[in-house]
């Protein structure tokens, strides 16, 4: 299928190698957000690295060899252009009529045809190719983690707490993005609800200062609550892009497979540590890297683009905080509004922003996102730049966060 048409298997190893490496390295830096924000920074660098905005301008012949494929079907495209082009010049230096251009060129066009076609489809199926392996890693790992998942992690969960927590933190990061996606992007309603579902599935800025005083929650609470956001997003990105179910269904058929062993067979606490190490070392920077490796900056261009980024970024994170805390006020117990923050800030150290990434894939092997048009570009920049920001800002703010609530804590007490 790919037989002088690039390297799938060997561009896929090559592009998973460069993001673990980075990923260590910046492990080995101590970056802010620990091994979360070295996994994600490790794999949009790799991506930027093997991407169009570094190989493809250095090495583009070897950047289509093994990124984009189709390396014989552009060859021949770049030939057959070259003598069109000369042929056009003939009849040009000739004193040919206007009509008998317009002819030579129609003509041209249809030798390209086929050839274009060709190239395109050699092309989705390099992508798919691509997108399919790190998918596969993810279904992977999701397995292991619900495989590893401790059998008591949901039994102390305060549901009434997580219900209205995750509705309030979707809600209010989904609407606004997918406004500010049909307002900037100038994108259908459909493609704008998609766009806000993926957003809304784990991202955030983190960086606002808490107006209530905060109360660390269990994890349990904090594990469902994640849970439950990313169930609710992929149902409603399922329901509005039909064509994203399938790889939808994967990721649910491995949540529910991993449980079902967890129940058949003994769980060993090693097995769970090397199931989180595989995770942030290989898992996450793979798919960060296909995502970020088919990105083109240059696409992001004028100001509504610019903005809808910078806006997606923060919508995503500070929409969830908003909302999580809205939610609870709402419909949530009252004793529990002031932990709201801290159950979503704890979810976040779970890893809940590279869930989003996940998604960002799911849009790009579904069709339904083109990185090569200005909206498609922008969105998934969106995405990886949010959930970075996230993992970056996760530990500074739940410092931030553990500190007022001392403070406030101490002015309660009797003779403070």
């Known amino acids: 299928m790919f ?27 101590r970056i802010p957000g620990g091994r979360g924000s070295a ?112 059998p008591g992690a949901w039994r102390l969960a305060s549901f009434e707490t997580v219900v209205p927590v995750a509705l309030g933190a979707v809600f209010f990061a989904a609407v606004p ?27 955030c800025l983190g960086g606002l ?21 990313c169930l609710i997003a992929c149902a409603v990105l399922a329901a509005a892009a039909p064509a994203t179910q399938p790889w939808i269904g994967v990721l649910a058929g491995a949540a529910v497979l991993g449980y079902a062993l967890r129940a058949v067979l003994p769980r060993a606490v090693a097995g769970g540590r090397g199931a989180r190490a595989i995770i942030y070392a290989i898992v996450i920077p793979a798919a960060t890297a296909a995502v970020a490796v088919r990105i083109d900056p240059a696409l992001i261009v004028g100001w509504k683009p610019i903005l809808f980024v910078a806006l997606g970024l923060m919508l995503g994170g500070d929409g969830q905080l908003l909302g999580a805390w809205l939610g609870t006020h709402l419909g949530g117990p009252a004793h529990h509004c002031r932990r709201a923050h ?53 530990g500074p703010t739940r410092r931030m966060a553990l500190r007022y609530h001392e403070e406030i804590h101490q002015l309660k007490e009797p003779g403070a």
């Open 3 to 29: 037989s002088g048409s690039g390297d799938p298997l060997i561009g896929v190893v090559v592009l998973v190698a460069a993001a673990s490496i980075f990923a260590a390295l910046f492990r080995a830096s």
């Open 209 to 229: 200062p808490m107006s209530k005083p905060l109360a660390p929650d269990v994890t349990p609470t904090s594990r469902a609550a994640g849970a439950l956001t």
């Open 39 to 150: 996994a994600l920074a490790g794999g949009l660098l790799a991506g930027l690295l093997l991407g169009p905005v570094v190989m493809g301008r250095v090495a583009p012949d070897l950047h289509r060899r093994l990124v984009l494929g189709g390396d014989r079907q552009h060859a021949a495209l770049i030939d057959l252009a070259r003598n069109q082009g000369a042929e056009s010049e003939a009849l040009l230096a000739a004193g040919s009529e206007i009509d008998a251009l317009r002819s030579l060129a129609d003509d041209h066009a249809e030798a390209r045809e086929p050839l274009e076609n060709e190239l395109s489809l050699v092309e989705r199926r390099f992508a798919l190719f691509q997108f399919g392996a790190a998918f596969g890693l993810v279904g992977a790992a999701v397995l292991l983690a619900a495989r590893c998942t401790p």
């Open 177 to 203: 993005t997918a406004l500010v996606a049909m307002w900037l992007l100038g994108v259908d309603r459909v493609l704008a609800i998609t766009i806000g579902s993926a957003v809304a599935a784990g991202t």
């Open 342 to 394: 801290m159950i979503w800030i704890d979810a976040f150290g779970l890893g809940l922003p590279a869930t989003q990434i996940v998604l960002a894939l799911v849009l790009l092997a579904s069709g339904v996102i083109d990185p090569h048009t200005t909206i498609g570009a922008s969105v998934l920049a969106a995405i990886l730049l949010g959930a970075l920001s996230a993992e970056l800002m996760t």
